[in-house]
């Protein structure tokens, strides 16, 4: 098999389907039991439940039958994918990986690039990022992603070879963009979730917005990305999708906090530390980000969202 998918929660699965429109494909679930009830059933029942497994999708908890494939997607949570690394590092070195993850390393600051090339240097790292909800993928609805990869041949390689028949994929060298898009992305989703939870209507959303677009600009162009990267999928595109769908995990916490709501603990929100690693990062590149560090302030309960707002608004005006 050329490709494997490690990781077999939702997005990991739907790319897999989606992925086994192309040919073979295994998919790598950690949990024994969940992978024996997925090849079994042909259903995702935690993460996917009614999406029928197609037949060349086979799935196993065995890491050393999925590493033997060509290129490897690394679909697991952000601030669990260095552990995933290391843990794995003799299986994982030399080989093509592809993170599927957005969003900055709490510890140190880093995208998920940066994480693969610190942990096994003699990887080949690539990001695919993007607007794409894995309910979306799973049915065969149709996006456009980001590849994003250094090498500009391998970038090439990939790109025929994840493309399929419902995800168009469009390649950058920008790797550093492309992070920071997609993760940046996350905290104003939250911010936005949180505006209509309260009640303060759309106008105020598209106003967070557009001044969330220009703080990750800020941000990211600080870090060496391109503009061009971010008016594209893995920056624009992202925040639009994000910030205006209830599919969002992070704008359904947003929506939570904006309306005095508990929110699920067991749900995987990458915004929530990405935003205090983007604060912290803000603050020692001297960046203003007034948006990322209300969101921080409001996860971590330090603001109400009547304060949050009112801050915001008090702001020195100033041009666009």
């Known amino acids: 098999m050329s490709v494997s998918v490690l990781g077999a929660g939702a ?60 290129i490897l997607l690394l679909a697991v949570p952000m601030q669990k994918l260095r552990t995933v690394l290391e843990q794995n590092s003799q299986s994982l070195r030399d080989k093509t ?40 993928i799973a049915r065969g609805l149709p996006t456009a992603l980001t590849l994003a990869c250094e090498d500009a041949n391998l ?25 920071q898009g997609g993760a940046l992305k996350n905290i104003m989703a939250i911010a936005c979730g949180a505006v209509i939870g309260a009640g303060l209507g759309d106008s105020a959303r598209a106003a967070l917005m557009t001044r ?42 947003g929506l939570a906090i904006g309306r005095g709501e508990t929110f699920d603990p067991s749900v995987t929100v990458e915004g929530a530390a990405t935003a205090r690693a983007a604060a912290a990062k803000a603050d020692e590149m001297k960046i203003d980000m007034p948006i990322t560090q209300t969101v921080t302030n409001l996860v971590s309960q330090r603001l109400t969202i009547a304060d949050a707002a009112a801050q915001l608004l008090a702001r020195p005006l100033k041009e666009e």
């Open 212 to 253: 969330g677009y220009a703080e990750i600009q800020r941000m990211a162009m600080a870090c060496g990305a391109r503009p061009e990267t971010l008016a594209g999928l893995s920056g624009f595109g992202d925040l639009t999708l994000t910030c205006s769908s209830d599919l969002s995990r992070n704008y359904q916490l």
């Open 97 to 136: 990986l592809v993170a599927c993850c957005k969003g900055i390393e709490l510890n140190t600051g880093l995208g998920p690039i940066s994480v693969i090339r610190e942990s096994l240097p003699d990887a080949r790292p690539a990001l695919l990022t993007g607007p794409s909800f894995a309910a979306d």
């Open 155 to 179: 970038g090439k390689v990939l790109q025929q070879q994840l493309t399929t028949t419902n995800l168009r994929l469009y390649r950058t060298t920008d790797t550093i963009g492309a992070e």
């Open 11 to 70: 997005f990991g699965t739907a790319l897999a389907i989606s992925l086994a429109s192309n040919g073979p494909v295994n998919l790598w679930a950690r949990n024994q039991d969940l992978a024996s009830d997925m090849q079994t059933t042909r259903v995702n029942k935690c993460r996917l439940p009614g999406v029928v497994l197609p037949d060349d999708l086979t799935i196993t908890s065995d890491l050393n039958a999925a590493v033997d494939s060509r």
